[in-house]
């Protein structure tokens, strides 16, 4: 009798087989991708803070700045009504000291008993 051929018991791979294990190969590298994807959405997420902190820091400053130019503005609005109120000081001692000299003029020329002392421009 012949002998019969032996099957060789060499597992050979199926067509399902191939293709759960490229479905696995491919899924773990999906896995690894939205791990790294995740990753990038994680950083750029601290970036995004961190700018949104320093746009928050830049618009305090600018209105601190901003406010800074209205006190110079009015400072300024007011330096020409601070001239004139100097001014104003100024004619007032003039004005002042013409009359302490009619002052002086009137009491010497009328003749009283009683010296009176008169008034300096400090005693005002």
Partial sequence: MPAKKQAKSTPRATPQAELIKALAKNSLELQSKIVDLIQTNSDLLKAQTNTSKDISSMVALFK?????????????????????????????????????????YIRSSTATDIPQKPISPEEF
């Fill in 64 to 104: 601190e700045a901003g406010e800074h130019m209205v006190v110079e503005t009015e400072e300024e609005r007011l330096r020409p009504l601070l001239s004139k109120i100097t001014e104003l000081v100024e004619q007032n001692k003039t004005i002042m000291r013409g009359l302490i000299l009619i002052q002086k």
